[in-house]
Nanobody
């Protein structure tokens, strides 16, 4: 059973910083691309940032130059360093990952972690 567990969310003032973590566990042969998505109340889930197994990154325009995605393959972990946070960054943040488990590659999602930014 593969699981992704996020942590690090919370309440922060505008201009502040948070670091989200996502750790994969279970029967994992390999992990491919990973990403962070977010969903604000009443809105659709949207891409925040992605990172390939080789470390190539991609960001939504709204977070470019403020957020940094990284991964530690040895720890099976994904991170999102968020700086200069704005009230519009308030959302539930989800990580996902393409994982080869028992020779079957699937996209897995975490349960989400709440980020709230006050003005």
């Amino acid at each position: 059973q593969v699981q992704l567990v996020e942590s690090g969310g919370g309440l922060v003032q505008a201009g502040g910083s948070l670091r989200l973590s996502c750790v994969a566990s279970g029967s994992i042969f390999s992990i491919g691309a990973m990403g962070w998505y977010r969903q604000a109340p009443g809105k659709q889930r949207e891409l925040v940032a992605t990172i390939t197994a080789g470390g190539n990154t991609n960001y939504a325009d709204s977070v470019k130059d403020r957020f940094a995605i990284s991964r530690d393959n040895a720890k099976k972990a994904l991170y999102l360093q968020m700086s200069s946070l704005k009230p519009e960054d308030t959302a539930v943040y989800y990580c996902n990952a393409w994982i080869d488990s028992n020779r079957k590659i699937q996209l897995y999602w975490g349960q989400g972690t709440q980020v709230a930014v006050s003005s």
